[in-house]
């Protein structure tokens, strides 16, 4: 058992070590969760860390789940996509975006070039919430360190953000799809662009067009940051 001195010494450590400084420290006691998990700085590896979090139980999500989702692709890639939460499909396979939404993502990334194998995809959260329902608050805060980690291992050039809800959830922001298109935003220090989630797309067509505009632009600049002519 933890003394509480100590629950708050790990408490700064880990804020720290996630997040950088200057701390955030919340205001209502209730915010403070001593079971954050714990991402050790140790861990150089992508699979060590997969190996090392797939058990993971630091939410409700834990014991409703299927398989843990943990990510997908080259763990040297410089582009990397954010997705939402696994789906029925992804939950069945332990692997993101392989129901009818990625296959639309392979088509779309076909269309600029590139493979399933060339980049890395992963989501906010790591294990499906019931019925597909939107992640909660504390989903949230127990995942997200798990996708900076990747992130801090992969070191993407770019990462892509596919759909409102991972954007927002990314950002903190409240701003709509339409608003955060086409806007280079900073994620703890990686280069972030907006687009449609595939899902959406294949609701809505009429939104292809713009998103092919959005995909051109992420070719482009993928391109600029590998150095390689358009
Ligand atoms: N939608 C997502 O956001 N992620 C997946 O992995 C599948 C569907």
Same mark, same amino acid.
């Given at each position: ?15 720290? %070590? ?10 209502? @006691? ?13 861990? *150089? ?5 997969? @190996?090392?979090?797939?058990? &993971?139980?630091? &939410? ?39 129901? =009818? #939404? ?13 493979? $399933? ?9 790591? &294990? $499906?919430?019931? !019925? !597909?329902?939107?992640? !909660?608050?504390?989903?949230? %805060?127990? &995942? ?22 991972? #954007? *927002? *959830? ?12 086409? $806007? ?18 294949? =609701? !809505?067509?009429?939104?292809? =067009?713009?998103?092919? /505009? /959005?995909?051109?632009?992420? $070719? @482009? ?10």
């Amino acid at each position: 058992m933890q003394s509480d001195t100590q629950k708050i010494k790990t408490f700064i450590e880990e804020e720290l %070590e996630i997040f950088g400084g200057p701390l955030y420290m919340p205001e209502n @006691e209730d915010e403070i969760s001593t079971e954050r998990p714990f991402v050790s700085s140790e861990i *150089t590896d992508l699979n060590e860390f997969r @190996e090392k979090i797939m058990h &993971c139980q630091n &939410c409700p999500l834990g014991s409703s789940r299927t398989n843990f989702v943990f990510g997908t692709g080259n763990p040297d890639a410089d582009l990397m996509f954010v997705g939402e939460a696994p789906g029925e499909s992804e939950d069945l396979e332990g692997i993101p975006f392989v129901g =009818r #939404a990625g296959k639309l993502l392979d088509d779309i990334l076909k269309a600029i070039d590139l493979k $399933r194998e060339d980049v890395y995809i992963a989501n906010v959260l790591k &294990c $499906r919430p019931p !019925n !597909n329902r939107d992640p !909660n608050k504390e989903e949230i %805060e127990q &995942c997200e360190p798990y996708l900076l980690k990747q992130i801090e291992l992969i070191k993407p050039k770019l990462l892509v953000a596919l759909g409102r809800i991972s #954007a *927002t *959830t990314l950002l903190r922001s409240k701003d709509s799809l339409t608003a955060m298109r086409g $806007r280079i935003f900073d994620y703890h220090g990686t280069d972030m662009l907006v687009t449609y989630h595939p899902a959406a797309l294949l =609701r !809505n067509p009429n939104w292809k =067009r713009p998103a092919w /505009d /959005d995909f051109k632009k992420i $070719r @482009e600049l993928y391109r600029q940051k590998k150095g390689m002519s358009s």
